[in-house]
């Protein structure tokens, strides 16, 4: 059974940074690309970072040097840094793993307050 499980999220101020991980379970990653997602009340999920199985990485334009995402095949994991935080990041955030067959995370609460 595939799982994946992130953590980090929280309640910060404007400014102050998270850092969310996503453990990945039943299945190894070192072959696929992953992603964050998020999903902001009111508001569809929308793409926030990916990183192929090479380390290549692209971000949407509004985390772009603010957003980090970094992976650890030997953790079978996925991060990512998030500093300069605004309330707009405000969202759960979920990770993904693509592949022949998507599987997705619950998902953690980013609440950033102004």
């Known amino acids: 059974q595939v799982q994946l499980v992130e953590s980090g999220g929280g309640l910060v101020q404007a400014g102050e940074s998270l850092r969310l991980s996503c453990v990945v379970s039943g299945i190894r990653i070192s072959s696929s690309s992953l992603g964050w997602y998020r999903q902001a009340p009111g508001n569809e999920r929308v793409w926030v970072a990916s990183i192929t199985s090479g380390g290549s990485t692209n971000y949407r334009d509004s985390v772009e040097g603010r957003f980090t995402i970094s992976r650890d095949d030997a953790k079978n994991s996925i991060y990512l840094q998030m500093n300069s935080l605004k309330a707009e990041d405000t969202a759960v955030y979920s990770c993904?793993?693509?592949?022949?067959?998507?599987?997705w995370g619950q998902g953690t609460q980013v609440t950033v307050s102004s």
């Open positions: 993904r793993k693509f592949g022949k067959r998507d599987y």
